[in-house]
């Protein structure tokens, strides 16, 4: 592919360091990320409490559940351009302090309308910091590192959404009461680390870093979205994170229940719910330094493979089988992902200089689905008295997944096999 007259333009941007200081920078992305998997997965556990106290019913758990979503999706390009012209030193510290004021005000919700208020702010911090990640990984970093760099920050959130999943019964209700103590922890917890990046913000070499973000002429953010969709391969990505979401997040946010609708505790669904997350770990940290350009794609269609693995095991009863679909869903979970935004950002018509506008309109297409993924679990549950009708939803999307990544691995030149 061609880069256009205007990136040509601009002065080629550079790793504002090369020495270990770019690794903590990093830690400091996964820190506020860990925050951002928490605040996402804080009610899944607690859905029993906080139905009976806020007479909400399935459904409106359901709505609930995707309300940040939904503003996500218009929130996205915005926090992009702004993270592109603005640098990311101050707009991850405001990322984190929207997600805490999102969890606290969840502390005080009274009914559905005020829990899906609450909810849905975190659809303004969330974009900041998911499209502001990358953004820092492809200012610091290159080559096959870039790849390790973004499997290392995406653990971020699954450690995360582990720590939120498999404490809420075994610590945090016994030592705080109730669910609305747990929300003051995660609030906690996002501006504690909001505080740490800012200490890191007030570095020379982070000052420098976005110097170096902010240098060379600016276009408008209408004629970046529109250059860029003019792309095939950004079309088709845009259209898969549709369905990446809503297999992703469908489930996190309804696996605990799933798990207890066959019998299980709550603190066992918590437990077995970790399980995605814990196998996920694993593979964030391996799979994406994997996918060189030259397998990128193959890599990619065997991860929504394991997706559409994943949504028939899970159909299963407790034991051997379910085991299986949860680590297929972990496997699918810990990349699909990451892969798509880094064939995404290494478009050369993207780039470093437009890695904020591209992620952004990565994630604004992603939480389509993402939204609509647990609102129609939310809602094929209270119709069927069941997730079977969710999980043939699930299967569908996955297998349009994979045939998604084999039209990619065509339009690039490879054939899979």
């Known amino acids: 592919m061609v880069s256009s007259a205007s990136d040509a333009a601009r002065p080629a941007a550079t790793p504002p360091d090369t020495g270990p200081f770019r690794w903590i920078v990093l830690a400091g992305v996964w820190l506020i990320y860990a925050t951002f998997g928490m605040a996402v997965v804080s009610l899944a556990p607690l859905v029993p409490q906080v ?28 926090c992009g351009a702004l993270l592109d012209r603005m640098g ?21 919700a009274t009914d559905l309308v ?5 909810v849905g702010l975190f659809g303004i911090g969330g974009p900041i910091v998911s499209t502001g990640a990358p953004k820092v990984v492809a200012q610091w970093f290159k080559g096959r590192e870039r790849g390790l760099a973004m499997g290392i920050y995406i653990t971020g959130p699954a450690l995360g959404a582990m720590l939120a999943l498999s404490t809420t019964h075994t610590v945090l209700i016994p030592v705080f009461g109730d669910w609305r103590g747990v929300m003051w922890v ?3 917890a996002s501006l504690v680390a909001g505080a740490i990046w800012f200490a890191l913000a007030q570095t020379a070499a982070m000052r420098a870093s976005d110097v170096t973000s902010a ?12 250059e860029l969709l003019r792309l095939p391969s950004v079309r088709i990505l845009l259209l898969m994170s549709i369905g990446i979401f809503a297999f992703n997040h469908g489930l996190n946010n309804w696996l605990p229940e799933i798990l207890r609708d066959k019998g299980m505790s709550a603190a066992a669904a918590g437990y077995w719910a970790s399980v995605p997350t814990l196998i996920g770990l694993v593979g964030s940290l391996t799979i994406p330094r994997l996918a060189t350009p030259a397998r990128r794609y193959l890599i990619l269609i065997g ?44 478009t050369p018509e993207i780039g470093e200089r437009r890695a904020g506008v591209a992620s952004g309109m990565f994630f604004a297409a992603a939480e389509v689905g993402g939204a609509g993924g647990p609102l129609a679990l939310g809602a094929l549950y209270a119709g069927s008295a069941g997730f079977e009708s969710g999980f043939t939803f699930l299967t569908i999307v996955t297998v349009l997944l994979t045939f998604g990544g084999v039209y990619l691995a065509r339009l690039a030149g490879k054939q899979p096999g």
């Open 88 to 108: 990311v030193r101050y707009g991850l510290l405001l990322g984190a302090a929207i997600m805490a004021l999102s969890c606290l005000l969840r502390a005080y």
């Open 186 to 188: 995660w609030a906690a």
């Open 114 to 118: 005020t829990m899906t208020l609450a």
């Open 51 to 78: 139905m009976r106290d806020l007479s909400i019913g399935a459904t409106g758990m359901g709505l609930v559940f995707g309300s940040w979503q939904l503003v996500y999706i218009f929130a996205a390009i915005p």
């Open 303 to 346: 991860l929504c493979v394991a997706a559409v693995i994943a949504t028939l095991l899970l159909r299963a009863d407790p034991g051997g089988v379910l085991a299986i679909g949860l680590v297929a869903q972990g496997i699918a979970r810990s990349s699909l992902m990451t892969i798509a935004i880094l064939a995404l950002v290494e």
């Open 215 to 226: 240098a060379g002429p600016q276009q408008g953010q209408l004629a970046v979205v529109m």
